[in-house]
């Protein structure tokens, strides 16, 4: 039973475990231990391996099937074009797998050695991690409830042996769970350069991108800026443009001029979609970020 | 941020509600409901919950009373397809009633949009919180008598899908409609989702694939923009039905958007046949009720 009470006082509040409202919580007793207080040691073991990290940076959204895995893959093959930049992509998508498939990696195998698990390799300098390499079978389903989705995050922020990377680029899955608080939970101490919102033009996705956005402000994490995916779609005939996803309501221009976060840039829906120049031009972008 | 092992919800995400408690559950709230069906994707943004408010929508013009509940607690998008945002939940003797969006009652909606005190307000629980709710939307919303349940699901096989199933097992019949996009990127997560249904004793009733090509309007060229195939493949890989593809279609995009009634608008347009003769599968697979 993993029910909450109603009115749970909270498991840092002094209450906890004591008051009125925890009497048949399973957690009473933790909580009543003051084992609640007490931090994840796994948080001071992850700010050690991340100081090999220079850059962290979250692709999320709050909407699905916008392009946060297609967008995370070509940002990462983007940077990793300059041979001096060592990248790492880690997918922490643990039901929907995506970035195996999209980086053409299926079926590759994840490695244990005594420094922890290696990564994925495309390239020299292009690392991958993601459950869907831990899965013997592509019909596998991951049929985890939080916690444990939470308990693969930390190993995969703890224990791969990342190496000294200049980028460090998360996929997340769609929402504002469990995923999302244990990644900036568990990088907290570590320091996230920011996040990278995708959105699709329509008011559908802009609404649960504006919750993402909200997101971000509760938990302090810096938003680096939005992109707009699937913009507009070019017919491969006749070159003329359409709005597949019609921006109702003034698609991402508006919702980052109303809510003051930049706007990155937008691809359109191109089914022999190159966006290279896409990529430089928000490395650029995100350099003069991180470095000012 | 602060640091904690607790497996409970973050601390600063209060109940949003302002005045709704927790209703007495009532085991008999889904007593009058003749077929559940959840609509489920391993893959984001595929349109789970585009066919499920028009296959409502088409049941509902088929003759049927037809309730919506949608368990997608971090990106609730029915109210705004159906025009019912900002809608307010009201209190019964049996427990919470649903938004009824006409006025014959015959289409009625539960979403955690509507308990929002802000639309844009990130309901950022852990699992055991978004579980509690989705088990108070299952035993407390008093649906009434109701032909079809459609239940809207998030993407993926975690939490909201392990408690809905377990939460609304005990009534049947109980089937699930799986929803993909013809590329291999949403295939992949739906293989996995196929895989849920059997390992929870789900029934499938079938596989329909969203996005099946493009109509240029200038030049009338048929693009597959997320490529194509994927959805008939997948349903023969599984050994379920394949109930039809429906196209992208700006129409429908813009009904969406404006919370109008596609079914109803737009009967020229190219999805209303495919989801029309879905939502006729879905009628002449589940067996009429006696009297």
Sequence with gaps: MEEVPHDCPGADSAQAGRGASCHGCPNQRLCASGAGAT?????EEIKEKMKTVKHKILVLSGKGGVGKSTFSAHLAHGLAEDENTQIALLDIDICGPSIPKIMGLEGEQVHQSGSGWSPVYLEDNLGVMSVGFLLSSPDDAVIWRGPKKNGMIKQFLRDVDWGDVDYLIVDTPPGTSDEHLSVVQYLAAAHIDGAVIITTPQEVSLQDVRKEINFCHKVKLPIIGVVENMSGFICPKCKKESQIFPPTTGGAELMCQDLEVPLLGRVPLDPLIGIQEFCNLHQSKEENLISS | MKERTHPCTQREESWAVSGLSS???????????????????????????????ELALALRHAGKKVGILDVDLCGPSIPRMLGAQGRAVHQCDRGWAPVFLDR?????????????????????????KKNALIKQFVSDVAWGELDYLVVDTPPGTSDEHMTTIEALRPHQPLGALVVTTPQAVSVGDVRRELTFC?????????????????????????????????????????????????????????????????????????????????????????PACLP
Excluded at chain 2, 107 to 126: H, I, N, Q, Y
């Design chain 2, 104 to 128: 014959e009652q015959s289409l009625s909606l539960m979403s955690v949009g509507f308990l929002l005190e802000k639309p844009d307000e990130a309901v950022v629980w852990r699992g055991p």
């Design chain 2, 23 to 53: 209703a007495t559950s009532d085991p008999g709230n889904l007593a009058g409901v003749r077929h559940i069906i959840l609509v489920l994707s391993g893959k984001g943004g595929v349109g789970k919950s585009t066919v499920s408010t």
């Design chain 1, 39 to 43: 931090p994840d040691p796994a948080i």
């Design chain 2, 198 to 286: 059997r390992k929870t004793g789900l029934r499938v009733m079938g596989v329909v694939e969203n996005m099946s090509g493009f109509t240029c309007p200038h030049c009338a060229e048929c693009t597959s923009v997320f490529s194509r195939g994927g959805g008939e493949e997948l349903a023969q890989l599984a050994g379920v039905p394949f109930l039809g593809s429906v196209p992208l279609d700006p129409e429908l995009m813009r009904s969406l958007e404006e919370g109008h009634d596609f079914i109803q608008e737009f009967p020229g347009s190219p999805a209303f046949a495919a989801l029309t003769s879905i939502a006729q599968k879905i009628l002449d697979a589940t």
